[in-house]
């Protein structure tokens, strides 16, 4: 029976099968009705870079995350989803300003960001830590212990290494700026690389 | 335990086979529409959905009830030609053919076209789409296996329904 019903489901398949380009038009259109009623709870993106590629995530609030390859982009989609919500799709126009501005940072025509941030994957002491970086300025680095001191617990030096090591926000919130009190660059949830990378931008600007 | 996974996956692993559906249940004109808004209702519902259901399954339902919607507001049932895609023209004088069949399939009944779509398109099987339908999964093998049988001596000449070959294959 399956078999004499084979060249028909075959046709059957044929003239039911999306053109070329019509599921890419369908998900725009989907991620465009999301958008338009309020369901399109995150927006992710990735964009090329001289770091690799990197992930780039919203909330209708401000950017949530930033990730490095090496951090697995599914797995860190798959963690918002169960930590934020899984209403997630792939739709770069909210990542648009974000993605210009990380463009120019890399370019170094930009210093600092001036970007909506979702700070709901840090909490606690790590937030307020985050929360300190931007204060390091431009081409400037500081130790974890001075970083320790600015977030007002001068003794949780290690809090502070912790805290970097899990930045949702990293580049943007620049943990790559915090480096051992020996002069040592330290380690970067973004690889020693990354962490190079983005320090010689910085002192080269 | 497996944590649901972002919505994209669902739209990357079931998009193509719903949207097949579509066109089968509603014709090429309302496909997108019934398409469009069968994703858009399952992304509001998603966080909702239990961990260990049936993803495909939920879809078709949700599809199934935004196709009747969609033909409703219609006000009419898909004219054949609807049915028949910008792609299904293989160039070969297959298009003819193809067309026979998509106005075969649009003028099954309605439960023998969703029955078949449902089973023979994407392979749910019968107690999937008994759920969906209504009625038992024998009722459900059965209007699918009509459906076939009808679509057979339609577009394959087979007056039995049951042998093909098809017509113009063979002198």
Avoid at chain 1, 76 to 86: D, E, K, Y
């Amino acid at each position: 029976m399956t078999d004499n019903n084979d060249g028909l489901v075959r046709d059957l398949a044929r003239i039911t099968e999306p053109g070329p380009d019509k599921m890419a038009e369908l998900h725009q259109r989907l991620a465009a009705a999301a958008q338009r009623e309020g369901l399109l709870d995150i927006a992710y993106r990735t964009i090329d870079s001289p770091v690799g590629p990197l992930l780039l995530a919203a909330t209708e609030q401000g950017l949530i995350r930033v990730a490095y390859a090496r951090e697995d982009h599914d797995t860190v989609l798959g963690q918002i989803a169960q930590w934020v919500s899984p209403r997630i799709l792939h739709a770069p126009v909210r990542l648009d300003v974000a993605a210009r501005e990380l463009d120019e940072y890399f370019n170094r025509t930009r210093r600092s960001f001036d970007l909506p941030l979702d700070w709901r994957l840090a909490s606690g002491f790590r937030s307020i830590v985050l929360h300190h970086l931007p204060e390091i300025g431009y081409g400037q680095t500081a130790s974890y212990a001075a970083v320790a001191a600015l977030a007002g617990s001068p003794k949780a030096v290690r809090a502070v290494g912790t805290a970097c090591a899990k930045n949702p926000l990293p580049v943007v919130v620049p943990c790559h700026r915090v480096v051992r009190s020996d002069g040592a660059m330290g380690g970067y949830l973004g690889g020693p690389e990354a962490k190079r990378v983005l320090l010689d931008l910085e002192a080269a600007a | 335990m497996r944590a649901k996974p972002p919505f994209e996956t669902v739209v990357r692993d079931h998009g193509p086979s719903v949207f097949r559906v579509c066109r089968a249940i509603v014709g090429t004109h309302d496909a997108d529409d019934a398409w469009s808004e069968t994703f858009l209702a399952a992304l509001k519902a998603y966080p909702d959905l239990p961990e260990d259901a049936n993803v495909e399954a939920w879809l078709v339902t949700i599809a199934h009830h935004k196709a009747i919607d969609v033909t409703r507001a219609r006000g009419r049932r898909p004219v054949p030609t609807d049915v028949l895609p910008e792609t299904a023209d293989p160039g070969d004088g297959g298009g003819a053919q193809f067309e026979v069949l998509a106005a075969a399939v649009a003028r099954l009944p309605h439960k023998q076209k969703h029955a078949v779509a449902y089973h023979y398109l994407i392979g749910l099987p019968y107690n999937e789409i008994a759920g969906i339908l209504g009625g038992t999964p024998a009722a459900a093998r059965r209007a699918a296996s009509d459906g076939i049988a009808t679509l057979r001596r339609n577009y394959l000449g087979d007056p039995t329904g049951f042998h093909g070959t098809r017509k113009g294959d063979t002198p």
